[in-house]
């Protein structure tokens, strides 16, 4: 029984670049989370989606906009990168939209 | 918004003690939950808690989920060097609100 899959595990970018990450719910779960995880600090907030649409959002830029396919796979998209947008992306899944969520291994983005 | 204070910020302990960790909050979380982190992996779900005042036990590992609803603390007996790694709490307010607050983590290192 395969957990979270995201893809790519590790991305370089350039500012200004966009850039897509992928991620695949444990089998069984029907929501998808994404989460930011600065150096050093707790994973934060950036939305949800739920029947392919996103239901709650976390304090961050309209640069980050996401979408959930009916496989309940989703993506995450970041226009205009920005060196602070270095970090490592979590995605966690669960079943429903309440709490016990299942996190990926995270893709790890540097903007150079 | 809401904020988890967790302390301490890293532990060095040899094989064989006790740990404690908590985390404390000035609004209410209605779940707390406590990963662990590993290098290069996301986190992982070690416990989660429901009621104010419920005690729960995972293997060494056992949590308790604050009278206030405003803290939590985990402990872990018989520290192992595989016990290695970031320990987030994280909390919940629950309400149709999915916005997952995590701690800053504690950093444990276990001497053999």
């Known amino acids: 029984d395969a957990g979270v899959t995201q893809s790519p595990t590790h991305l370089i970018k350039t500012r200004g670049q966009q850039v897509t990450l992928r991620c695949s719910p444990k089998s069984g779960h029907d929501t998808v989370s994404w989460y930011q995880q600065a150096l050093g600090q707790g994973p934060q907030f950036i939305f949800q989606?739920?029947?392919?649409?996103e239901r709650q959002r976390g304090n961050f830029p309209d640069r980050f906009s996401g979408h959930q396919f009916p496989n309940y796979s989703s993506e995450l998209n970041v226009n205009a990168l920005l060196l602070g947008d270095s970090a490592l992306y979590l995605c966690a899944s669960s079943w429903g939209t309440g709490g016990g969520y299942t996190f990926g291994s995270g893709t790890r983005l540097t903007v150079v | 918004g809401q904020q988890l204070n967790q302390s301490p910020q890293s532990m060095f302990i040899q094989e064989g003690e006790d740990v404690s960790m908590n985390c404390t909050s000035s609004?209410?979380?209605?779940?707390w939950l406590w990963y662990k982190q590993d290098p290069g992996e996301g986190p992982v779900l070690l416990i989660a808690l429901y009621k104010a005042g419920e005690l729960t036990s995972n293997g060494r590992l056992t949590a308790q989920f604050g009278i206030t609803r405003k803290d939590s603390f985990l402990n872990i007996s018989a520290s192992i060097p595989s016990d290695v790694g970031i320990y987030f709490c994280?909390?919940?307010?629950?309400?149709?609100?999915?916005?997952?607050?995590f701690g800053a983590g504690t950093r444990l290192t276990v001497k053999p």
């Open positions: 989606y739920y029947e392919e649409e």
């Open positions: 609004s209410i979380f209605n779940t």
């Open positions: 994280a909390g919940l307010t629950g309400r149709g609100n999915n916005d997952m607050r």
